[in-house]
């Protein structure tokens, strides 16, 4: 049982270019979030998928699209990095939607914009 | 909108000592509250999750508190461990399918 997986771990982008952040749970959770965290800014959600074929935005969508591809797996794309994109960025899913019960985190993806 | 703020942002102690993590949110209609903790490098690990109707949760040296009305949470870590070491966050669900996380208190234990 590994939890939730995040890949890459680190990864070096210039501007302008594309990536997206792979997200899986083994868990058999309905619910997915992203989350980035900066520096004195704390944790802030991004998107969120409360089940599987529904994505809704958080409080930074802006500059993000993700995919619900099925109940496991849910990314998370930056379609033209900036370097206020620079940032830790956290998976999490939880059995229900909604915050009403613990989420649990992945180790994250270390991301540079240069 | 919800605003959630950790006092101290930062403490250190010797181990053994008895410590009280403080949380603080703005609007008191929540569902419920949960405290994290989080290692350097890593993510984040739920410690103890606390229901609105619920007046306090424990697990093993650890008890959370919640005073709904006066928007407060406690975390008390008893017999402190150079082990508990770490970031403690706390956040709220506000009943809108997120977390209000707070900053953080960072936590260093020393022998």
């Known amino acids: 049982n590994a939890g939730v997986t995040q890949t890459p771990k680190f990864q070096v982008l210039k501007t302008g270019q594309s990536m997206t952040l792979q997200c899986a749970q083994d868990?058999?959770?309905?619910?997915m979030y992203w989350y980035r965290q900066d520096p004195g800014m704390g944790l802030r959600l991004i998107y969120y998928?409360?089940?599987?074929?529904?994505?809704d935005k958080g409080e930074v969508p802006n500059g993000y699209n993700v995919s619900r591809l099925n109940k496991r797996e849910f990314s998370l794309r930056l379609e033209s990095a900036a370097p206020s994109q620079t940032s830790v960025y956290f998976c999490?899913?939880?059995?229900?939607?909604?915050?009403?019960?613990?989420?649990?985190f992945g180790p994250g993806t270390r991301l540079t914009v240069l | 909108k919800q605003e959630v703020t950790q006092i101290p942002a930062a403490l250190s102690v010797p181990e053994g000592e008895n410590l009280v993590l403080n949380c603080s949110f703005t609007?008191?209609?929540?569902?419920?509250l949960q405290w994290f903790r989080q290692d350097p490098g890593k993510g984040l690990t739920s410690l103890l999750l606390?229901?609105?109707?619920?007046r306090e949760q424990t697990s093993g040296r650890l008890n959370a508190s919640l005073d709904k009305s006066s928007g407060r949470s406690t975390l008390y870590i008893a017999a402190s461990q150079p082990g508990d070491s770490a970031t403690y966050l706390c956040?709220?669900?506000?009943?809108?399918?997120?977390?209000?996380f707070g900053k953080g208190t960072m936590l260093l234990v020393s022998p």
């Open positions: 999490a899913s939880s059995e229900a939607g909604g915050g009403i019960d613990t989420q649990y």
């Open positions: 868990m058999n959770h309905n619910s």
């Open positions: 998928s409360a089940s599987e074929g529904t994505t």
């Open positions: 609007d008191s209609a929540i569902y419920n």
């Open positions: 606390i229901q609105s109707s619920q």
């Open positions: 956040a709220v669900n506000s009943g809108y399918s997120t977390l209000t």
